[in-house]
């Protein structure tokens, strides 16, 4: 994660406008989800935790492979470490990932009969699952109104004036404000997509953006000119 963004807004946007940015990502994609793939919430906390400094593409292809051998806690503690290294080798980080995997099922059997809890202390107990993961879990399968920032959201977030920090606590805690009720369930997906598709790190898509009168990153009239 870098200190800060590059470019950042220099100034908030208002309240009135960060209503109307996400009225309007809300139009554009009424039900944002994620793009892992998964079947239970045990496996969309493994994507997750695998998903760590790789693309969803990436993570989908190991695990359609990885949950098909081992769908559950316990079918992933049976493969064991070795088999779950070898079935997630294309993505990075996969030995250290290997064994957190083994090592958070073999956890959720002992403390929560294999089912995946819905607090975040409990979460965040669990090898490889830090804040942003326990966020994305509490999100996606429990609903809870929580925000999950990653390297997209800090980056759109800092640049366009919706939230700013030097960090990704500053951040969330920001956004968790800022962003207004009504909108705040489906936000952490509206702005990953929005950061991932749309406001890219080197060459952001200013001329497709839905929101681009609303942004009050410096350097938009220069993005809309390169896309």
Not at 53 to 79: G, H, I
Not at 135 to 150: E, K, P, S, Y
Not at 177 to 193: E, G, S
Request: charged share 15%; proline share 7%; aromatic share 6%.
């Amino acid at each position: 994660m870098p200190a800060i963004a590059p470019a950042p807004a220099t100034s908030p946007m208002s309240a009135a406008a960060i209503a109307e940015f996400f009225r309007r990502l809300a139009a554009q994609n009424p039900a944002p989800a994620t793009e892992l793939e998964y079947a239970t919430p045990y496996q969309l906390l493994v994507a997750v935790v695998l998903s760590a400094q790789a693309t969803d593409k990436s993570v989908n292809l190991a695990t359609r492979k990885l949950f098909a051998a081992a769908p559950t806690p316990q079918a992933m503690v049976d493969l064991g470490e070795a088999a779950v290294t070898e079935l997630i080798r294309t993505i990075g980080l996969f030995r250290n990932k290997a064994k957190n995997t083994v090592a958070l099922s073999q956890l959720l059997i002992e403390r929560h009969q294999g089912e995946v809890p819905a607090a975040r202390a409990a979460l965040e107990a669990l090898p490889g699952v830090g804040r942003k993961t326990a966020n994305v879990v509490l999100n996606t399968v429990f609903r809870q109104a929580v925000m999950a920032v990653d390297t997209h959201i800090f980056r759109l977030s800092n640049r366009t004036g919706l939230a700013s920090g030097k960090d990704v606590v500053p951040v969330e805690d920001a956004l968790m404000q800022r962003v207004p009720a009504p909108w705040l369930l489906d936000a952490h997906h509206w702005l990953i997509l929005h950061g991932r598709y749309v406001c890219t790190a080197q060459k952001p898509h200013c001329a497709t953006c839905c929101v681009y009168d609303l942004c009050l990153w410096p350097d938009k009239a220069h993005g809309r000119q390169q896309s």
